[in-house]
Every structure is written in structure tokens, then in C-alpha cells.
């Protein structure tokens, strides 16, 4: 089983609607986990990030952890064009020291004016 | 902004030479990585430096790989006998203290071996 499911997509919505992105993971160690985004040729940017169930809200994100079913997610509000990316899920076992990230396959968003 | 500066952007490389892939990472950050994505896949861990060592390497770093932090501000990745099936994005990160502090990541080397 991977460490770190999502799916691929690709996803495109019109502008302005409501997106939802979803990752599960297998391993219960992952206590940490993190959205990035991606643009074309470019290095991942970190969006958000959290380290317990519920859900933490910045701006027009939503990120949202189960631990007891081992499913992450990340909502977009009021959708723009400039939001089309490739958005990563991605879980890391501690919050300090020189922990790797493991990450999901990704997700391409397109939103369509 | 500070950022993970990353040269060069694209390399064209022979199978069987050796490539040194260099970064710049952020200059108070502590802990330095490196990780690669093959076209179409995950962006994948290869090795992690800290305190001038390696704290963890995946399997896929292997003995053809190696890393340094030559003078303090210059990070590098080599490899020493590319194959074919190294040709992916190499992507350096650094963080001032663990993922709590978040990630920084360059913009990557496109390696292709030929």
C-alpha cells in the first residue's frame, strides 16, 4: 500500500466554485501534514499546514485532517483562475528536526474563467 | 522573500558522466534536503543534511550519490554515473527548523541523461 494517496486528476472547474482536494495515508506516525502548491517548473510552495484532526482555515483555504480514518483535505472558496496548480498533499512523522516529507502523487487543477 | 536558489536550471548530461547539482539555500536555515520527481510522478525524498551530516537517505540515494556543503552556504548534490533513469527535476529545500517552520523549495534542475 503507498504511504500517501491522491488523485491525480486532472480537475477543472469553472471560477468561483467550491474545490475539493483529497489525500489518504496509511502509516498512523504521520502526525504532521501539509498542502503545496505547484506550478508548472517550479519548486512545491507550502500552503498550509497542521498537526491535528479538525480543520484550520487561511483565507480562502481549508484544511482539513481525520486521523481516525487517515484522510486529509483541502477546500478552495471562490475559486480563481491564478489558483490553477498542481496542488501536493504531504505528511511528515514529526514537526521538528530533519524530518523528510512524503508526499502525494498531486493534483492538477485547472479553474476555467 | 528569501529563496532556495538552485543552478542550473537545466542540465543535459551523457549516461555514465558525473553531474553536480548546486543550491543556495536560505541563509539562517539548518536543515538542508534534496528531492527529485521524475516527469508524471511524486516528488520524492532523496537525503536530508544537518549539522554537516546525514540525518536520513532513501534507498534511492545511493552510492552513485553523494552530498556537501562545501563552504558554509552552497549545497550540493552529485551524482557520480548518471543513468538514463536519473533524468528528472531536482528539487533542494531548506528549514530553519522542521516541517513546524515549513519547507522552502527551489525551483528545481531539470537533469536529462542522454
Known amino acids: 500500500q503507498k504511504e500517501v494517496e491522491q488523485d491525480p486528476g486532472p480537475l477543472s472547474v469553472p471560477e468561483g466554485a467550491i474545490v475539493s482536494l483529497n489525500c489518504t495515508y496509511s502509516?498512523?506516525?504521520?502526525?504532521?501534514f501539509m498542502w503545496y502548491r505547484q506550478y508548472s517548473r517550479k519548486g512545491p510552495e507550502l500552503l498550509m499546514y497542521?498537526?491535528?484532526?479538525g480543520n484550520k482555515e487561511d483565507g480562502r483555504f481549508t484544511a482539513q485532517v481525520d486521523k481516525s480514518s487517515k484522510y486529509i483535505s483541502l477546500f478552495i472558496r471562490d475559486s480563481q483562475p491564478s489558483d490553477s496548480a498542481t496542488y501536493l498533499c504531504?505528511?511528515?512523522?514529526?514537526?521538528?528536526?530533519?524530518?523528510?516529507?512524503?508526499f502525494g502523487q498531486g493534483t492538477r487543477l485547472t479553474i476555467n474563467p | 522573500e528569501p529563496e532556495v536558489t538552485q543552478t542550473p536550471s537545466h542540465q543535459v548530461t551523457q549516461m555514465g558522466q558525473e553531474v553536480i547539482l548546486r543550491c543556495v539555500p536560505i541563509?539562517?536555515?539548518?536543515?538542508f534536503y534534496w528531492y527529485r520527481q521524475i516527469l508524471g510522478q511524486k516528488v520524492e525524498f532523496l537525503v536530508s543534511?544537518?549539522?554537516?551530516?546525514?540525518?536520513?537517505k532513501s534507498e534511492i540515494f545511493d552510492d552513485q550519490f553523494s552530498v556537501e556543503r562545501p563552504d558554509g552556504s552552497n549545497f550540493t548534490l552529485k551524482i557520480r554515473s548518471t543513468k538514463l533513469e536519473d533524468s528528472a527535476m531536482y528539487f533542494c529545500?531548506?528549514?530553519?527548523?522542521?516541517?513546524?517552520?515549513?519547507?522552502?523549495f527551489g525551483s528545481g534542475t531539470r537533469l536529462t541523461v542522454v
Open positions: 504531504a505528511t511528515s512523522g514529526a514537526i521538528q528536526g530533519a524530518q523528510k516529507l512524503v
Open positions: 502509516n498512523s506516525a504521520f502526525q504532521y
Open positions: 497542521t498537526y491535528s484532526s
Open positions: 541563509s539562517n536555515h539548518l536543515y
Open positions: 543534511f544537518y549539522n554537516n551530516e546525514i540525518s536520513e
Open positions: 529545500a531548506s528549514s530553519v527548523g522542521g516541517p513546524f517552520y515549513g519547507y522552502t
